[in-house]
């Protein structure tokens, strides 16, 4: 297998819905929106997602996922930290910040697990990689995603698309589960997030510091109201 072939399948990997982090558990607010009628068909559905996609995660999560692969490329502990730190405390809502905690766990596990083969070589986990990993005592899922890559030697803007291909397949599935919404009607929402996907990605390469913005007020009340809300298929 060659050096491109094996980042791409390992790109795949951490893109899978099969990977056990629980992201099919969450819906981040959507089930919120569906509750009180605010999504309820295919084209708010859309405009949901692509919303949050375009002008949200573009803007803040994906550049802070890019900073921490870079981070993590450096060996640079004080900004993985920094980075890490910043990206929990801009989660609105418990639940939110609970999600994301939980799944950078998960993923941690994981890479601990499967031994973190790194490199085309195939060398193992290195004892001071795994110590910069485990010594963050709340690690972020964008922060565990971004050691993945970094440790992978995968392309960062490569990583980052898989990362939000993720994020939109997953608002997707919980949409066609709590509509419901046909099979087809979810996979021309995803046809029509790929322009925007790749937009979010040059846009999250080109933002500064002093750029970055969350704000999707509608997803931060959702995800809140979520908390308290009577009957739930999802975690947040």
């Known amino acids: 297998m060659t050096e491109d072939s094996l980042a791409l399948t390992r790109l795949l990997q951490l893109a899978s819905p099969l990977l056990p982090v629980g992201a099919f558990s969450y819906s981040q607010g959507l089930e919120s929106a569906v509750a009180d009628g605010s999504v309820c068909d295919a084209a708010t559905v859309r405009r949901w997602v692509l919303d949050c996609l375009e002008l949200g995660l573009a803007r803040f999560e994906a550049p802070i996922v890019l900073r921490l692969q870079a981070a993590w490329t450096a060996r640079d502990g004080n900004r993985v930290r920094y980075w890490n730190t910043r990206y929990l405390a801009s989660r609105e809502s418990a639940e939110l910040h609970a999600e ?7 993923l941690r596990r994981l890479l601990v697990d499967l031994g973190a083969e790194s490199g085309a070589d195939g060398c193992r986990l290195r004892d001071p990689d795994l ?10 899922y964008p922060a565990s ?3 993945a890559a970094a440790l992978w030697e995968i392309e960062p803007k490569d990583a980052l698309t898989a990362y939000l291909w993720s994020w939109t397949e997953n608002q997707v599935s919980s949409a066609m589960k709590a509509i419901p919404l046909g099979q087809v009607a979810g996979q021309r929402i995803l046809v029509a997030a790929q322009p925007v996907l790749s937009r979010s990605v040059a846009k999250a390469e080109r933002i500064t ?24 298929l999802f975690r947040s």
């Open 209 to 232: 510091d002093d750029e970055l913005a969350n704000l999707l007020p509608a997803v931060a009340i959702a995800s809140a109201r979520h908390e308290t809300q009577y009957s739930r």
């Open 100 to 106: 994301t905690v939980q799944m950078g766990y998960s």
């Open 131 to 140: 110590a910069a990993l485990q010594e963050i005592d709340s690690l972020s």
């Open 145 to 147: 995603f971004a050691f």
